[in-house]
């Protein structure tokens, strides 16, 4: 029935009381990780950090990460003012207002997403920020 399979580990919703299953869609994938992953109407990006301007001021990298996570969502079929959460890391907290300047030219107002932001050691001492985000399609 389709209740059995709501209830087995495949993903699957209800329409019109058949289960049908919902797609995964992986964007450039590497041997460790997927860069975004589409799932239904949803989609989850990896932390992105910056490549070009890692070492650089946080405003850099933010603005570089920002423009990497643009060019994903738009290959998921998806942007920025469809982002519902955020979550930012940053090495420093002092550098706060230094990532804030550039995520606010950024934003769309009126579409600002849920938001997070932690101090954290990060993989590599040149990355400053990095980025994570979930979008509707």
């Known amino acids: 029935s389709a209740r059995d399979h709501l209830s087995s580990k495949a993903c699957f919703f209800a329409i019109l009381g058949k289960a ?25 990006l ?9 070492g650089q001021s946080v405003e850099a990298q933010t603005r570089e990460i920002l ?20 979550t930012i890391y940053l090495v420093d ?3 706060f207002p230094d990532m804030n300047k550039v ?5 769309v107002s009126g579409h600002t997403p849920a938001r ?9 001492p040149p990355y400053k920020v990095e980025i994570a985000v979930i979008a509707a399609k």
């Open 116 to 124: 997070a932001t932690v101090e954290a050691k990060l993989a590599a």
């Open 20 to 44: 049908v299953p919902m797609s995964i869609t992986r964007i450039a994938v590497g041997p460790r990780m997927s860069q975004a992953v589409v799932h239904g109407d949803t989609v989850y």
């Open 93 to 95: 907290m002092a550098t």
């Open 67 to 86: 423009e990497t996570i643009d060019s994903l969502l738009a290959q998921a079929g998806s942007d920025k003012t469809k982002i519902l959460s955020a």
């Open 46 to 54: 990896a932390g992105q950090v910056a490549n070009t301007t890692a």
């Open 103 to 107: 995520w606010d030219t950024w934003v």
